[in-house]
């Protein structure tokens, strides 16, 4: 018999850092899933060391969430341990043309604290609703930037516990893709290397950056941003309209008409809706296409 897990983790984090059966409707941007068995927030590495080591002592699955900005979470919940490095992780410090921040801090904050130094090339990630250690994971990019253009170094933990720095030229990153995902690190910081610019035109950029994504995309609805990735000599969202799905509806998910590479929750969408509409918009562009579109949203727990 395992030892009262719930009791473990409150000893290891405090009362206040553990939830049982909490609805992960709450930490999606999708603002779509179930229960989740045990919702976690450490504090310091050492916490988060001791909660993978008796996860694994205890053989359950766990999952790492930052903000949940590209994550659809089955309506049947997680059975298992979700252990989230967000505002619980979130330090972002400046120092000359180096930012050093936790995995947790949402790209817009350091994006912030670049403009507030008069530092460029962080721009065209200012709108990107997620977190770094995320953005490191699948090398998050955004109007011909791209993270690996930006990444020093980054500070994971490795499967078995062990800390380890890795320069970014080692990281192997490509399209939505690193060395991060595929030998399944935590990110727990990183430091992102910027060139000194001008203050005014920075925010010119950023301005100009943010006008034409609140323009084209449907940011109202709640959503897991591009829901496919962009396959190769194409773009999913142009595919898709031009496979006449533009407003294609599976109960509360539709494919946005303003964008249709967004699958937006009208309000009451399931996990069950949005795999459904998936499944339909891959089968269509398929078919039309011969092109088989790739989910750039992860799935977690039981739909």
């Known amino acids: 018999m395992g030892r009262n897990k719930k009791e473990e983790f409150m000893r290891l984090l405090g009362e206040g850092n553990v939830k049982t059966k909490e609805p992960m409707s709450r930490h999606t941007t999708f603002r779509i899933g ?3 068995d045990y919702f976690l927030t450490p504090h310091s590495v050492q916490e988060i060391q001791e909660v993978l080591r008796f996860c694994r002592a205890e053989q359950l699955p766990y999952f790492i969430l930052g903000n949940g900005s590209n994550l659809l979470v089955g309506d049947k919940g997680y059975k298992g341990v979700v252990i989230q490095l967000f505002k619980n992780w979130n330090q972002i410090c400046r120092k000359s043309g180096e930012i050093r921040a936790q995995a947790g801090a949402l790209l817009s904050g350091i994006a912030r604290e670049a403009l507030e130094g008069s530092l460029a090339g962080f721009e065209f990630a200012g709108g990107i609703p997620g977190t770094l250690g995320g953005a490191v994971v699948m090398n998050a990019g955004a109007y011909g930037g791209e993270l690996k253009d930006v990444l020093q170094e980054v500070q994971v933990l490795t499967k078995d516990g062990e800390m380890r720095t890795i320069p970014a030229k080692d990281l192997a990153m490509g399209y939505r893709t690193s060395l991060v995902k595929t030998a399944g690190y935590l990110v727990l910081e990183a430091v992102i290397s910027l060139r000194p610019g001008d203050l005014e035109e920075i925010k010119e950029i950023t301005r ?3 006008e034409k994504r609140t323009s084209k995309q449907p940011l109202e609805y709640p ?3 591009s829901t496919f990735k962009r396959p190769k000599g194409h773009f999913a969202g142009k595919l898709i309209m031009d496979a006449g799905l533009a407003g294609y509806q599976v109960g509360g998910a539709r494919v946005s008409e303003k964008h249709c590479g967004f699958v937006i929750n009208t309000g009451g969408a399931t996990a069950a809706d949005v795999r459904q509409l998936m499944r ?8 039309q ?3 088989l579109l790739e989910p750039e949203v992860k799935f977690l727990g039981d739909f």
């Open 34 to 36: 179930g229960d989740a």
């Open 208 to 210: 100009e950056l943010l």
């Open 223 to 225: 959503s897991a941003g």
């Open 280 to 287: 339909d918009v891959q089968e269509k562009v398929r078919e």
């Open 289 to 291: 296409f011969g092109v």
